[in-house]
C-alpha cells in the first residue's frame, strides 16, 4: 500500500495525484480503449491488438501508474516494462503511432481537467507513441 503523499512546495503532486490517483488512471484507460474499439479511425491500431481488450487495459493501468509517479505496479509485477522490447513483434508505423494518440488525447479531453497538464501528458505520450515505432516511415 502506498503512503499518502500530501502536495506542498516543496513536493508538489505528481500527475498520477493530479489525475485522481488510482480511479483517474482507470477512468483514462477505460476511455482509450474504449475509443479505440469503437473509432474506425483507429481501426489500424486496433487491429494490432488481441480481440479482448481486458488484458491491455490491466496492463496498460499498471504501467501508467508508475509512469505518472503513483505506485509502479508494472514493474512490481512484470519487471522492467521494456516498451519497445514488448512491443515488437507487433508492427508500429506513424499510422498506428497517429491513431493511438488520437485515441488518448480524446481521452485526455474528457478525463483530465487541468489544460497545463493535459498538455504535458500529451506532448509525453507522443514521445513515447514515437519511440515504440518500429517500422520505416513511408515518404
Known sequence: MSQENPATSENPATPYEKIGGEAGVEKLVN????????LPEAREVRAIHAKSLKGSRRKLILFLSGWLGGPDLYVEKYGHPRLRQRHF?????????????????????????DER??????VAFARLGDHMRNQAEVA
Open 89 to 113: 513483434p507487433f508492427a508500429i508505423g506513424v499510422q498506428e503511432r497517429d491513431q493511438w494518440l488520437m485515441c488518448m488525447d480524446q481521452s485526455l479531453l474528457e478525463n483530465v481537467t
Open 117 to 122: 497538464l493535459r498538455q504535458e501528458l500529451s
Open 31 to 38: 476511455r482509450f480503449y474504449d475509443l479505440m474499439d469503437s
